[in-house]
């Protein structure tokens, strides 16, 4: 039996009432230290940043809009891996966006459909993924502005393919006429901490950075490959799209710079059909996961294929069990699409943890396995379906799409999946596992588009926000849900699971019968869970360890009443609270579905932190001992703008803030004032 003894704990801390404060506010008795903010040099030569719009030099601070993030273990000197380090380490962490108008003096230039070089390239550099040494001092935790260890990992970085897809035509550009290289990550969003001391981040909205004028699908079908059409298509990058932020309007000062020009997937008429002469091909480079060993800034960071393409939430290992197939679960967050998982043809050898190339264990593990995607039972089975070449539909004689081979499955697995007959899911977000019995939670952050006609058990819900608070996402399945699922054996090798809805979001003053259903109230209300981690600090008392689930909240439909937020639960397991009916009513018509749930989550959810104005709470990571808990604070004031600011977070946290001090993504860390575990 490899379940973990846990006593169970208690959430040890006094709820935070909902708030729309500018500012952190934590319970009682713990401290907030705000720790790497957007635009931090990471290296002795940046000048600090003015925060006023006039900044450069994003390849050497922190970037913007702080996501998914992991913390790595240091020896105490030098860049030796130490997992069981507390006290020094590396945090890797995501920069998924741009809030692209505090980033100039006066918001976005552009003259006459063009925009400035210099403009574009503080854009992009801010992008992508820090490596940056954090440390614990006598009194603070702080990161190390002159450490050799730091790095930024922009949409410039060089990049190899890796896995089943390496040098597939469809990844053949001008830039690497073989389909085996790429430049670098984009809109990286929740992440994995690999249990070789990897980090790897999800690439997730990047279709929208791509351009592709009227007439390319045109090209492409003359080409002879049609295919590509349904594609781009099918993965969100129809014909007559600018691209965000313009950045192809750009004339470089260097003509051979193709950096900008790399964004604009319009196929050229006269150019090869293969994709080897201009940048059609660069839409396929990405959309994967990508594997970075942060104790090595010299390494190049690997896209793994066998894990598929998607918009990629986020990617988490199952337990890691010596001898047995370790599985990795992942999202697809994007309305009505998947959960899938990788399952790696390499049993575990606990040996491997402690590799010293972290980089070719990630190579033994994740290049080689079966993607699999899930549908989801009324009766509360599941079955995972394999997305493999020649099973099932996925061959060369589909008619809706032929795929040539398993790469042109992993290229286009949206597809794939839907042929398979996958469970379209409302907004598939980020996975975790509870480390103490494997079983997988992943959160559905609400879907507009869920009518009632197309509700499911697993989707069950289709409504009108009773607010109606003027918001875009009002109806539908608008405050979100969790879902959880067993793995049939308990191993993560198994093709069929059960499962239930582990909590759904909503106002603790809506009905309780159809929206309100799993009792929720005053300290653990919600609305949109995104962000979604276990911890297992060790109990001080020597009582075994204690899972904690962290649960972030990505909003607009809750934000008239509280600010993003986060809450801890100790939860319990699937299927421990039956089943119930839900009665859908919204102007498109009626339905009833009946669910499976979890059993009420009362004290066992508590609301542990509200974020300041307009910001998302996304990313989390700790210190193993269970007494730092890093969190990011994404977004604060994302409406506003120079001439506007409607957030001066993180100024605001120690204090008074000048009305002038424009907001800043960053990265914080919590700590109890007592030294304890935080949380429990
Ligand atoms: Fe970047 Fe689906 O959140
Ligand atoms: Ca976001
Ligand atoms: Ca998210
Ligand atoms: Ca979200």
């Not at 919204?586 to 749930?597: C, E, H, I």
């Not at 946290?653 to 914080?668: E, K, L, V």
Request: charged share 20%; net charge negative.
């Amino acid at each position: 039996d490899t379940t973990v003894t846990v006593t169970p704990a208690t959430l040890d801390f006094t709820a935070v009432p909902k708030n729309r404060n500018d500012l952190v506010t934590v319970p009682a008795g713990y401290t907030v230290t705000v720790l790497y903010r957007m635009g931090d040099p990471i290296n002795a030569s940046t000048p600090a940043f003015a925060n006023d719009g006039s900044d450069s030099n994003f390849s050497t601070r922190a970037g913007d809009q702080h996501d998914g993030m992991s913390f790595f273990g240091l020896a105490a000197t030098g860049a030796t891996r130490d997992p069981s380090s507390s006290t020094r380490g590396l945090l890797a962490l995501n920069h998924e966006n741009i809030v692209e108008t505090y980033l100039h003096p006066r918001g976005q230039t552009t003259t006459g459909g063009v925009r400035p070089e210099a403009e574009a390239i503080k854009e992009i550099e801010a992008h992508g993924v820090s490596v940056v040494e954090v440390t614990r001092g006598a009194s603070a935790w702080s990161y190390v502005q002159a450490s050799s260890l730091n790095r930024r990992i922009t949409p410039n970085t060089p990049m190899v393919f890796n896995g089943p897809a390496r040098g597939d035509v469809q990844l053949r550009t001008l830039y690497s006429k073989d389909g085996t290289q790429g430049r670098g990550t984009i809109n990286n969003c929740a992440n994995g901490a690999m249990p070789w001391g990897t980090y790897a981040t999800a690439e997730e909205n990047w279709a929208g950075y791509f351009r592709r004028d009227r007439g390319d699908a045109a090209v492409r079908t003359a080409a002879g490959r049609a295919k590509e059409n349904t594609s781009l298509a099918r993965y969100g990058i129809g014909e007559g799209r600018a691209g965000n932020y313009g950045w192809t309007t750009v004339t470089p000062a260097d003509s051979s710079s193709t950096i900008f020009r790399k964004w604009n997937a319009t196929a050229t008429a006269d150019a090869a059909p293969d994709g080897t002469a201009d940048f059609r091909h660069e839409p396929f480079q990405y959309g994967w996961i990508v594997e970075i060993d942060p104790y090595n800034p010299q390494s190049t960071p690997r896209k793994r294929t066998a894990l598929g393409r998607m918009n990629h939430e986020g990617v988490e290992p199952g337990r890691m069990i010596a001898g047995v197939k370790p599985a990795f679960y992942m999202g697809d967050d994007a309305q009505n699409e998947y959960i899938y998982k990788f399952v790696s043809n390499t049993p575990w050898t606990a040996a491997d943890a402690n590799a010293a190339d972290r980089l070719a264990t990630g190579d033994k593990y994740l290049d080689a396995g079966t993607l699999y995607v899930a549908k989801f039972n009324a009766d509360g089975s599941g079955q995972w379906l394999p997305l493999t070449f020649n099973t099932g539909p996925l061959t060369s004689a589909n008619a809706t799409y032929p795929f040539a081979d398993q790469a042109d499955v992993l290229i286009n697995c949206r597809i794939a999946a839907d042929l398979v007959g996958a469970t379209p899911m409302d907004r598939p977000e980020w996975t975790a596992v509870n480390p103490a019995n494997g079983e997988m939670y992943c959160t559905l952050t609400n879907n507009s588009s869920r009518s009632p006609a197309r509700t499911d058990a697993a989707n069950p819900r289709s409504y009108v926000d009773p607010r109606t608070d003027g918001r875009s996402n009002s109806a539908g399945n608008v405050n979100g849900h969790v879902v959880r699922l067993r793995e049939n054996g308990d191993t993560t090798e198994a093709t069929a699971f059960t499962w239930d809805v582990y909590a759904f979001g909503a106002g603790s003053d809506l009905n309780k019968d159809n929206i309100n259903l799993s009792g929720l109230d005053d300290t653990n209300d919600f609305s949109s869970p995104d962000g979604l981690w276990f911890s297992l600090p060790s109990n001080v008392a020597g009582q075994g360890a204690n899972p904690v689930m962290w649960l972030q909240t990505d909003d607009g439909a809750f934000t008239d009443v509280t600010n993003n937020q986060m809450l801890a639960a100790i939860p319990g397991r699937v299927g421990d609270g039956g089943t119930k009916t839900v009665n859908n009513s919204t102007p498109a018509g009626t339905s009833t579905a009946t669910t499976r749930v979890g059993k009420a989550p009362g004290a066992t959810l508590k609301r542990f932190l509200v974020g300041p104005k307009e910001c998302e709470i996304t990313g989390i990571t700790s210190t193993p001992d269970g007494k730092a808990l890093f969190v990011n604070i994404q977004h604060p004031g994302e409406t506003g703008g120079p001439d506007n600011i409607t957030s001066n977070w993180p100024a605001t946290q120690n204090g008074a803030a000048a009305p002038s001090s424009r907001p800043r993504s960053a990265t914080i860390v919590i700590t109890r004032q007592d030294g304890g575990l935080v949380g429990i």
